[in-house]
């Protein structure tokens, strides 16, 4: 069992940053792929990033690639999402979730946190 708790969200302006952050409980942390997904209002859940254990194993979605980046520390049982030239479309609620399976990193994740929002004005 993994427990997921999301933090940093907020208000931002078009152009800022934000760090998302999310504190993982329960053991063998390194195993699990993490991942970071947003739900905008009326949406769906979409993929932003994932990091299999450390390393240069990371993945994004187009839409956020060269702004985002997700990192790891396994000591810390956390892994963060730094967000920068934020843009009104990354208006969403961001979750944090993991899993064991490696495949296909932006499905099938097992645990999630509770979200963070995030506002971007224009």
Same mark, same amino acid.
Request: hydrophobic fraction near 35%; charge should be positive.
């Given at each position: 069992?993994?427990?997921?708790?999301?933090?940093?969200?907020?208000?931002?302006?078009?152009?800022? +940053?934000?760090?998302?952050?999310?504190?993982?409980?329960?053991?063998?942390?390194?195993?699990?792929?993490?991942?970071?997904?947003?739900?905008?209002?009326?949406?769906?859940?979409?993929?932003?990033?994932?990091?299999?254990? +450390?390393?240069?194993?990371?993945?994004?979605?187009?839409?956020?690639?060269?702004?985002?980046?997700? +990192?790891?520390?396994?000591?810390?049982?956390?892994?963060?999402?730094?967000?920068?030239?934020?843009?009104?479309?990354?208006?969403?609620?961001?979750?944090?979730?993991?899993?064991?399976?490696?495949?296909?990193?932006?499905?099938?994740?097992?645990?999630?946190?509770?979200?963070?929002?995030?506002?971007?004005? +224009?």
């Amino acid at each position: 069992q993994v427990q997921l708790v999301e933090s940093g969200g907020g208000l931002v302006q078009a152009g800022g +940053s934000l760090r998302l952050s999310c504190a993982a409980s329960g053991r063998s942390f390194s195993r699990y792929v993490m991942g970071w997904f947003r739900q905008a209002p009326g949406k769906e859940r979409e993929f932003v990033a994932a990091m299999i254990r +450390s390393g240069p194993s990371t993945y994004y979605a187009d839409s956020v690639k060269g702004r985002f980046t997700i +990192s790891r520390d396994n000591a810390k049982n956390t892994v963060d999402l730094q967000m920068n030239s934020l843009k009104p479309e990354d208006t969403a609620v961001y979750y944090c979730g993991a899993k064991i399976q490696p495949m296909d990193v932006k499905h099938h994740y097992d645990y999630w946190g509770q979200g963070t929002q995030v506002t971007v004005s +224009s």
